[in-house]
């Protein structure tokens, strides 16, 4: 296996090549995406959790570096990503949300100036436009592509704030939720872990600081009631970041061990295996598809040319794969309806629960505004607006997600059920059926999988034979270009002022709020609705682009090999010798590729 | 020295007769009534000061660093869930007061000096309160009330500290609060604006006071930690969003005020044996409290007895300490003050002392003038007309309220007003405490003659601005108000030389 670039990267040129000899270049597109998902091997941490509790310590102690600025008082106010490279690197990231790739800039700076732009003190609010930080340093622990990113936790975790944390989530491979050993899980906390399990099936409890609190032990037990509690399966890992950095400086390894690191570095190495095998099943996975596809002319070919007389029974069996395949192309193909219907009540039903919880957000808003001078208290009545109707889009934001990614599945399922795979018979005994040596992922919690977990690994790992990696990647893109809570941000009350007219009766004054109240909440529900419908239909438009796409490979296979079959019945007897000579050969090559690919599967996760 | 907020016979008096003419109005509802003479007693009983603050922020611990003794119960979990007063008493005894039915005591259990609450079978839910009677010096002029934490996992708990502070139903329970915050996060901000709603009230602002508790933590326990802590409240104190919700904000470290005001004979053995090994070995003894409890750390001291000390003073009490001790603190007495003084709770006292204690009479009035404001509007009487407009003439003429009610404006960010003339008016309307030397900005000691010049010159400067052609109506209110206060210093000064 060549040594530069990632495991796999040589078997998917290898495959290239033979795809660009067999004339098949619609296959071309999807090992493109293949080689471009290997060469980027990042697995994203996010580090979350309300402000104050070390978040950024932890990181530091993590890669044993000064890359987060850490402050007794100020807060981290920009999201940091720490990853690797050769070099200690330093960059600013600027532009607005949702910009495309040329409306950001970036600026190189060296890691001591990038503390005055990161904290609270150096850059109050973000008013200087900046998206985020991007710290690279050599660290063996982040070789292996691990990425951490420092949230920030202004405000903690009931704020605004939470939504944009939540919106990040889907494209994150792990989660560790900070939280500091002084107390137990607070209700915010609870209610975040809960949210972002639905998101990210891989989440981690961090308790920090425990050299300071000797009862840590009980709060760490009372936390875990407090998961169990609401439902929430994941590691606590107690550490010490002050201790670890001791540790670090002193080499003492004893010290290491009571910092608790190394639970966390482990759970972490794990993190970085399990999107490892990921990453290595879903090439494979992409291998086995693209060379079943080559083969399958061959194969066709093949036989024709050993038992010309049989012909007409495998031409039969060909004739009806291939008209299953149109069918799958047609709009009302199951898999077409699936989507289509599912798409419609989806959109439906994310519509009415906006609806509803903006009803309540009306009702309790109005009832406010009933008993007090609204004039007293705006500026807190907005505040409040703006977080409930953050928290209602985040909510609405996870729930289409998750059906969203319910519906996927289902699609894929119909699809392969209909025959949307390759025809199994012709795989002719020597080679196994492709999911065969793919082991089983080890789901995150495999002894009792909830649901959500269930489904969600079950997402990234296979369905009936298609590949779900790729398609999950680009769901989470799709639903990350779509922020709520930016979009919220932006309208509260943009314009709408409450007039300071002193001589108005209160009365009236109470009308004009609830007025404005019940017209802000319109624009946000008009603009919200309309978002979450394009981001849906986006969503379906990337189904049914892909399953339509596969559909269309599986039909010109097909009639390759029809083709071929025909053109093996006018071979002359003098050259069907050679002819064999010559497929078998080319179905040995194939066959080494998936040799090679199946020892990605069977190889530990080693990238470096 | 009486200060002109203490000596209000005026503004009670009225008071006083404001709340026994609305007693008899609402004769015919006993518990109105009731509730109406309830708060002519409460003008003559101590100050009811209320700690809040979310949970875990150390309201219990703060509480017994003020009594002076460990009386309530505090726990590494959420630990108090009622609603707990304190107050002086001849005897000890702890009253149950359900929410419905007759209150009775409870056995009075204390393990290791603090009180254990048994309900007896009834739920935290049904409890209204616990009343706690306990002799003690440092109850005699306010009871102290602890609340259940706010944002704690249980919503009802946090339901029922709320209804303490800022009741839909009736004035609040508390005059004054110390709100308890270990950062200032937006649900501290939330709950200090709720204290502020209460329509009609004179500037809530001045009965509360902000706590950054736990304050060796945010240093994360190092000995300048308090230093860092200071900085903080600093900051928290010039930030506008905080000037309008309280009046100050004190760094304490709690748990070291705890413990160095109830510190025993055997504890400062313990931490003079410690604080004998070297530099280096100490350093490594206190890296972290595991080490510092781990079975052979030490070769002398029993572990059970450092586990107790470590929950007792903390990481930073510990290092604090033991560096104290090798710098020379070598008596129990010497040690107990240092540690006092460096925990923030002699700084805290005196704002108490300043804030709440010298205004207590017109925190209190203010409470039992809120309370008839609320009954009139909830209950109206043909006959109570006129009692309405004698609370409204007290409300907004007393020149008590007037002078609280400017000193909240002074806070807001916006006054069209040059910051030393904002600064000295808030001094003069006893934004710095209330008693006369404060106000003035002179020692506590000095003489009548000194006071009498400051007065006088206070005094020209602010009518100066009252007559000034170039102000406005507002700013021309505004020094009025100053200027009044500036005179009843003067009257006092002349009366106190008079009579002596």
Redesign the interface.
């Known amino acids: 296996m060549s040594t530069v670039g990632p495991p796999g990267l040589d078997v998917v040129d290898r495959l290239i090549r033979l795809v660009e000899a067999g004339d098949r270049r619609d296959l071309l597109q999807r090992l493109a995406h293949t080689r471009r998902r290997l060469l980027d091997p990042t697995v994203r941490v996010l580090v979350v959790g309300e402000f104050k509790q070390g978040k950024s310590l932890l990181i530091n102690a993590l890669v044993d570096a000064h890359v987060c600025p850490v402050d007794d008082d100020i807060a981290t106010a920009l999201p940091t990503e720490v990853s690797y490279s050769k070099t200690p690197t330093a960059t600013l990231v600027r532009g607005v949300d949702g910009a495309s790739d040329a409306e950001i800039t970036r600026v190189q700076l060296s890691l001591d100036e990038l503390a005055s732009y990161v904290s609270e003190a150096g850059n109050p609010a973000d008013r200087q436009g900046l998206l985020r930080a991007e710290v690279g340093i050599p660290r063996q622990i982040l070789a292996d592509g691990l990425a951490l990113v420092d949230t920030t936790g202004v405000g903690g975790l009931s704020s605004v704030h939470t939504t944009s944390t939540l919106a990040a989530l889907p494209t994150a491979d792990a989660v560790l939720l900070v939280s500091d050993a002084s107390q137990e899980y607070s209700e915010p906390e609870i209610d975040f872990l809960r949210q972002a399990m639905k998101l990210c099936p891989n989440v981690a409890c961090v308790l920090t600081k425990i050299d300071l609190y000797p009862q840590w032990r009980r709060i760490s037990e009372l936390d875990r009631v407090h998961l169990a509690g609401a439902n929430v399966e994941a590691d606590l890992l107690p550490v010490s970041s002050t201790l670890r950095l001791h540790a670090m400086r002193a080499e003492d390894k004893q010290l290491d061990d009571e910092s608790g690191f190394p639970a966390l570095v482990r759970y972490l190495h794990n993190a970085v295996a399990q999107a490892d095998r990921l990453s290595r099943r879903s090439v494979a996975h992409d291998v086995f598809t693209v060379t079943d596809h080559l083969a399958v002319s061959l194969r066709t070919e093949l036989q024709a040319q050993r038992d010309p007389e049989g012909g007409t029974a495998l031409m039969a069996e060909l004739e009806a794969a291939k008209s299953r395949a149109e069918n799958l192309q047609r709009r009302t193909s199951r898999w077409q309806q699936t989507l289509s219907d599912g798409m419609t009540d989806l959109t439906a039903d994310i519509e009415f629960d906006l609806r509803d919880r903006m009803r309540q957000v009306v009702r309790t808003g109005e009832a406010a505004l009933e008993q007090a001078d609204p004039h007293a208290i705006w500026e807190q009545f907005t505040e409040w607006l703006g977080q409930q109707l953050a928290a209602a889009t985040s909510d609405n934001f996870v729930w289409a997600n998750q059906r969203a990614q319910s519906i996927a599945q289902q699609v894929a399922v119909h699809f392969a059920e209909d025959g949307g795979e390759l025809l199994p018979e012709l795989r002719l005994g020597a080679t196994p059926t492709t999911l065969d040596a793919v082991p089983e992922l080890a789901a995150p919690h495999a002894d009792d999988p909830k649901l959500v977990g269930k489904l969600l690994t079950g997402m990234r790992g296979s369905y009936g034979g298609m590949i779900m990696f790729g398609m999950l990647t680009m769901l989470a893109g799709a639903a990350s270009m779509f922020n709520p809570v930016s979009l919220v941000a932006g309208l509260v009350l943009g314009g709408k002022t409450l007039r300071d007219d002193k001589h108005s009766r209160l009365k009236r004054q109470q009308a004009e709020a609830q007025m404005l109240l019940r017209r802000q909440i319109d624009d946000v529900t008009f603009h919200v609705s309309k978002e979450c419908r394009d981001r849906l239909r986006q969503v379906q438009r990337l189904l049914r682009d892909h399953f339509s796409e596969v559909a269309t490979e599986l039909q010109r296979s097909l009639i390759e090999s029809i083709q071929a079959a025909e053109k093996a019945a006018h071979t002359e007897d003098s050259q069907r010798q050679q002819r064999i000579n010559r497929l078998n050969a080319e179905l040995a090559q194939i066959d080494t590729v998936r040799q090679d690919a199946r020892a990605l599967l069977a190889a530990p996760g080693n990238r470096s | 020295m009486s200060s002109p907020t203490r000596a209000a016979p005026g503004l009670s008096a009225a008071v006083r007769a404001v709340l026994r003419r609305a007693a008899e109005v609402y004769r015919d509802s006993p518990t109105t009534a009731t509730q109406l003479r309830g708060q002519i007693d409460r003008l003559d009983e101590p100050l009811r000061v209320a700690v809040a603050g979310?949970?875990?922020a150390g309201k219990s611990t703060l509480l017994n660093a003020l009594v002076g003794e460990q009386i309530a119960p505090t726990d590494?979990?959420?630990c108090t869930q009622v609603v707990t007063w304190y107050r002086d008493a001849a005897s000890p005894r702890v009253t149950l007061m359900p929410r419905t039915g007759a209150s009775r005591q409870l056995p009075l259990i204390r393990t290791d000096g603090r009180l254990e609450f048994d309900l007896r079978g009834s739920t935290p839910e049904e409890v209204d309160r616990l009343l706690v009677d306990w002799p003690s010096r440092s109850l005699r002029t306010t009871t102290l009330i602890d609340t259940p934490g706010i944002?704690?996992?249980s919503?009802q708990i946090s339901a029922r500290s709320i209804a303490l502070l800022a009741p839909d139903d009736r004035p609040s329970d508390a005059d004054a609060v110390i709100y308890l915050m270990?950062?200032l996060?937006?649900?501290d901000v939330?709950f200090l604006?709720s204290f502020h709603?209460q329509?009609g009230a004179p500037a809530a602002v001045i009965n509360t006071i902000a706590v950054l508790s736990?304050a060796d933590?945010?240093?994360?326990?190092r000995l300048d930690?308090m230093v860092?802590?200071r900085?903080?409240a600093r900051?928290y104190r010039s930030e506008p969003k905080v000037r309008r919700l309280c009046q100050t904000v004190v760094a304490v470290a709690g748990l070291l005020a705890q413990t160095a005001r109830t510190l025993r004979q055997s504890e400062f053995s313990a931490l003079a044996e410690l604080a004998q090994a070297s530099r280096s070995e100490l350093d490594s003894l206190l890296?972290?409290?595991?080490?510092?409890?781990a079975a052979q750390s030490h070769p002398t001291l029993p572990a059970q007895t450092r586990?107790a000390l470590?929950?007792r003073f903390?990481?930073f009490g510990l290092r604090l300490a033991t560096n104290l001790i090798r710098q020379g603190y070598r008596e129990p007495a010497a040690l107990t003050e240092e540690l006092v003084r460096r925990s923030g709770l002699d700084e805290l006292r005196t704002v108490l002392a300043t804030q709440f204690t010298e205004r207590r009479d017109v925190l209190k009035a203010r409470s039992a003038l809120l309370l008839v404001e609320r009954t009139l509007r909830e209950q109206p009487r043909a006959e109570a007309h006129e009692l309405a407009g004698e609370v409204e003439r007290i409300l907004a003429g007393a020149h008590e309220f007037r002078e609280l009610r400017l000193l909240a404006e002074l806070r807001a960010p916006d006054l069209a007003l040059s910051a030393d003339a904002r600064s000295d008016a808030e001094r003069l309307l006893g934004g710095h405490g209330a008693a006369m030397p404060n106000r003035l900005g002179l020692e506590p000691d000095a003489d009548p003659g000194s006071l009498r010049e400051a007065v006088t010159a206070a005094l020209a400067r602010w009518q100066r601005r009252a007559q000034s052609p170039l102000s406005d109506r507002a700013a021309t209110d505004r020094a009025r108000v100053v200027v009044r206060s500036c005179e009843g210093m003067l009257a006092r000064l002349s009366r106190d030389q008079v009579s002596s």
Not at chain 2, 217 to 221: D, L, Q, R, S, T
Not at chain 2, 287 to 293: E, G, I, P, T, Y
């Open positions: 979310k949970i875990k590494a979990g959420e944002a704690s996992l919503t270990r950062h996060h937006a649900t939330r604006e709603d329509a736990r933590e945010i240093g994360a326990g930690a860092s802590a900085q903080v900051r890296l972290s409290a595991d080490r510092f409890v586990n470590v929950e903390g990481l």
